[in-house]
T-cell receptor, first 109, second 116 residues
Framework: DAKTTQPNSMESNEEEPVHLPCNHSTISGTDYIHWYRQLPSQGPEYVIHGLTSNVNNRMASLAIAEDRKSSTLILHRATLRDAAVYYCILRERDDKIIFGKGTRLHILP | EAGVTQFPSHSVIEKGQTVTLRCDPISGHDNLYWYRRVMGKEIKFLLHFVKESKQDESGMPNNRFLAERTGGTYSTLKVQPAELEDSGVYFC??????????????FGPGTRLTVT
């Protein structure tokens, strides 16, 4: 099912950058790389997505390896509100989302 | 703009009873999805509506689950009769474009279903 591999958990200090890695060695040419996160007691929330080039938005940056077999979600300055489970997901166009286990990010004050 | 809303936020029912969950997508969103997370497991896809038509119901666990989206607006998910293993959090999501484009899904807060 889930075609991505992420660390189970990570810790970061508040106000420091966070780099969340994701491996997707079997990615196909038509797969987009999406990141969602789920804050405690909330539904999942879209963060960012990309195909080949690095992407930036107000929430985060997405760095995609040249061979597309891995990517990194970058939170430039983590706050306590960024503590969540982050999911790296491959999607082919407007397809259903297949969630894996994600990475639980802990932010230390 | 109002987000995706779900009702109720929490439901506690006995095994064998019927429960109906409701999802109101963002106005104008043609795509509507249902997902659920049962205890200790990952979030799993249940089904996908495009307007009032079922596009993909491959994730529906069995025929005790019935989803409808009459008129292409809100959707209901009925569980009849409920079993203990149906306990979990049911999420609804919507997205604005017809199938074939890449777009984010907007999720509701979920309905926590507890079957005792």
């Amino acid at each position: 099912d889930a075609k991505t591999t992420q660390p189970n958990s990570m810790e970061s200090n508040e106000e420091e950058p966070v780099h969340l890695p994701c491996n997707h060695s079997t990615i196909s040419g038509t797969d987009y790389i999406h990141w969602y996160r789920q804050l405690p007691s909330q539904g999942p929330e879209y963060v960012i997505h990309g195909l080949t080039s690095n992407v930036n938005n107000r929430m985060a940056s997405l760095a995609i390896a040249e061979d597309r077999k891995s990517s990194t979600l970058i939170l430039h300055r983590a706050t306590l509100r960024d503590a969540a489970v982050y999911y790296c997901i491959l999607r082919e166009r407007d397809d259903k989302i297949i969630f894996g286990k994600g990475t639980r990010l802990h932010i230390l004050p | 703009e109002a987000g995706v809303t779900q009702f109720p936020s929490h439901s506690v029912i006995e095994k064998g009873q019927t429960v109906t969950l409701r999802c109101d997508p963002i106005s104008g969103h043609d795509n509507l999805y249902w997902y659920r997370r049962v205890m200790g497991k990952e979030i799993k896809f249940l089904l996908h509506f495009v307007k009032e038509s079922k596009q993909d119901e491959s994730g529906m666990p069995n025929n005790r689950f019935l989803a409808e989206r009459t008129g292409g607006t809100y959707s209901t998910l009925k569980v009849q009769p409920a079993e203990l293993e149906d306990s979990g959090v049911y999420f609804c999501a919507s997205s604005p474009f017809p199938s074939g484009t890449v777009y984010e899904q907007y999720f509701g807060p979920g309905t926590r279903l507890t079957v005792t």
